[in-house]
């Protein structure tokens, strides 16, 4: 089971990145924000991205 691991947490940050996605998308709906061009998914996703990629443990 040890081979699946990697393929595991993959799982899990897709299913967590999805859903920190929506309720982002979910609370700038509600605030009325639209980023310039109609680009506020774009605009979320990078910034969740971008986060993702600074919380990787470097080994």
């Known amino acids: 089971m040890n081979a699946f691991r990697p393929l595991w947490v993959a799982l899990r940050a897709a299913v967590l990145a999805t859903a920190v996605f929506w ?12 980023a310039p061009l ?7 996703f990078f910034v969740i ?8 443990d470097k080994k």
């Not at 309720?23 to 639209?34: E, M, P, R, S, Y």
Request: hydrophobic share 65%; aromatic share 14%; proline share 0%.
């Open 23 to 34: 309720v982002a998308l979910f609370i700038v709906d509600k605030i009325g924000w639209q």
């Open 38 to 44: 109609g680009m506020t998914e774009q605009m979320i």
């Open 49 to 56: 991205f971008f986060l993702g990629v600074l919380m990787v």
